[in-house]
Structure formats: C-alpha cells, structure tokens
C-alpha cells in the first residue's frame, strides 16, 4: 500500500474514531491546516520508506508505537513489526486494528505496554529500530542508547525522527509548555511503579550527534533530513508538493535549516 492511500483511509478513520484526536488533527481545522499536517505526516513515512528494505523481510522493533500507526503501515505492506509503547491510548490499538483489517493483514502488527528498561531485548535480534517523538522521552538517554545498540543486528539501523530541538519557535514553545524541567519521574498506573523520563527533552542535531557520538553508532550523514519550514497560510488544496520542493531547496542552508526547521530525521548504524 502507498503512503498516499494509506493516509487516506486514515483519514476515514479518523471521521469514525474521534478517540484518536487530538493526537491526529488529520481531518480538522483549514484547508490549509489539514495539507500542512498532511505534508509532515506523509514526510515521516517516506523518510521510513526510504530507510527500510522491506524486500530482505527485516525483523523491525518500532520503540514508542504510540497509536501505531507506522507499524500499521508497514503491515499494510506485509511487513511484520513489533511495537513497544507507554503511552496511556494503547488501548485504542485493537479497535484500529479491526478498522485496518480490511485492508491487510494486522496481525504482523504485534506490540506490548513496555518500558524498555525493563524488557529482556535478545541481542542482535532486530534489522531496524524506529523511533519517532521517543528518544527524547528516553531516560538515562545514554542507557537507552546501550539497549539499541546491543538490539541491533551488525549493520542494523536506528532510524531517528524527531522535533527539531533548535527550532527557535519550537524552543519558545516548550520552554513556556516545561519550563527548564527536561527531565521528570511519573508514576504509571499500568506498571504500578515511577518513571523516568524526557519531559519533552527534545534536542538539536548537535546535540543528537553528540549523544550518539558516545557510543559506537555511526552516523549516515547523507541521511540527515530536515522537514516542516513553512505555516499553514502557505498551503492551498493542491501546491503541497511544490511547497515541500522549496522546504528542501532551501534546506541546503544548514544555519536556516538549524533555527527554522520544526522537524529533523537521522539514521545511526551499527
């Protein structure tokens, strides 16, 4: 199934599942609104396109499934994933899965309500390892990183998507939503136990480079990505490709890319 199809039925489900906003504004708000998500959405799920070989059936540990909605997509494309997530929705999981039933086969979707520090995670046992708006959560960071590497096949792939930590206006915005609190212990009520973790500690590619730079990762240089320059009012019913193109155009000014971008993608091997 491709991107463009999957994220239609989404959005028909999303008229059907009103539990899974606010999470997914997909079908609310402007014209122009419902293209600028459209365009970050389906961005995300390139980058993942482009990064996975679905053709050499990869074993792929989606880390913070959220809703699940990457895993769903690749199940749709008859791609087993497993998906770990802590998030307090994980119960909307089974009901999205009769929805996507008739389309594919969401029984290669398989996930669990997880903390990753707690798991027993074989060693070398996973091909690619998403984490998208997770990593920042993750707490000890450096501890976390440990647990992927060692998860990860020799020549495996973490395959990073994030908020833009450098982003000037989404620093404005976390900083009045957090304060200076990055990180925070919450108690969970389906673990019975406190929490560690990011509260919204969401870093820059520096600051990524340097966390990563502390363990045997390697960056792919050619795959830094950044997305999501432009607001709503730059959009229309049908210039979203053309706005996307000059995002990238001028994505090729690394200090504009820094402070202006809301998005930045990245992958690590092992």
């Known amino acids: 199934m491709k991107k463009e199809e999957f994220y239609q039925h989404l959005c028909e489900e999303l008229h059907q599942n009103r539990s899974l906003y606010p999470y997914y504004k997909l079908v609310d708000g402007?014209?122009?609104?419902?293209?600028?998500?459209?365009?970050?959405f389906l961005q995300r799920l390139d980058f993942?396109?482009?990064?996975?070989?679905?053709?050499?059936?990869?074993?792929?540990?989606?880390?913070?499934?959220?809703?699940g909605s990457t895993c769903l997509y690749l199940a749709m494309n008859g791609q087993p994933t497993y998906g770990t997530t802590l998030e307090f929705y994980a119960d909307q999981?089974?009901?999205r899965k009769q929805y996507w039933n008739q389309y594919g086969d969401t029984r290669l979707f398989n996930y669990e309500y997880a903390n990753v520090f707690d798991q027993n995670i074989p060693v070398e046992k996973f091909d690619y390892i998403i984490l998208q708006d997770t990593l920042h959560h993750i707490e000890p960071l450096h501890e976390g990183?440990?647990?992927f590497y060692k998860a990860l096949k020799k020549g495996g792939k973490l395959i990073l998507i994030e908020e833009?930590?450098?982003?000037l206006i989404k620093r404005a915005m976390l900083y009045k939503q957090r304060g200076s609190k990055r990180i925070i212990s919450v108690y969970d009520d389906v673990l019975k136990k406190e929490v560690l973790m990011g509260n919204e500690n969401i870093r820059s590619e520096k600051q990524w480079r340097e966390a990563f730079a502390q363990t045997p990762f390697v960056l792919d240089s050619d795959s830094v990505q950044y997305i999501r320059r432009y607001f709503p009012f730059k959009y229309n019913d049908h210039n979203m490709q053309d706005v996307i193109d000059l995002e990238q155009k001028k994505a090729k000014n690394k200090t504009r890319c820094h402070y202006e971008y809301f998005g930045l993608n990245m992958v690590f091997t092992k």
């Open 93 to 95: 999981i089974e009901q």
């Open 145 to 147: 990183l440990e647990i």
């Open 30 to 40: 402007t014209i122009q609104q419902q293209q600028f998500r459209k365009a970050y």
């Open 164 to 167: 833009n930590g450098g982003c």
């Open 48 to 67: 993942i396109d482009k990064h996975i070989d679905l053709s050499r059936n990869p074993v792929i540990w989606d880390c913070g499934c959220g809703y």
